[in-house]
């Protein structure tokens, strides 16, 4: 089986220019991923087709860590500043506790 990786890519707000990409994570189909930053933007974490969370340091795209916990791709992943944790989308709901970075 060929795995293809996505990209993910931060991009300067004022001139669209790219900062950094992200990569590792799987999307052969093309999901519309929703990824998130933690809340001092230290990290971004995003899903993928393989059904894992992708986590890296936004600063130097370092990646940091995986939480697996879904059957199915995982499409959007949100950030609950107030109790330091996230909650992931596939099928189901789940919340996990938040990275340190």
């Excluded at 929703?34 to 969370?53: A, H, K, Q, T, Y």
């Excluded at 936004?58 to 697996?68: A, E, F, P």
């Amino acid at each position: 089986q060929r795995r293809v990786h996505g990209y993910l890519f931060l991009l300067d707000s004022f001139s669209g220019q790219q900062i950094r990409s992200f990569s590792d994570h799987t999307n052969s189909t093309g999901l519309a991923l929703d990824p998130c930053f933690s809340p001092n933007g230290d990290l971004v974490l995003c899903g993928s087709e393989s059904g894992l969370i992708y986590i890296w340091e936004s600063n130097t795209g370092r990646l940091v860590d995986t939480k697996k916990g879904h059957a199915g791709p995982v499409t959007t992943v949100r950030v609950n500043p107030t109790y330091l944790t996230m909650a992931s989308t596939c099928y189901n709901l789940v919340f996990w506790e938040l990275p340190t970075s």
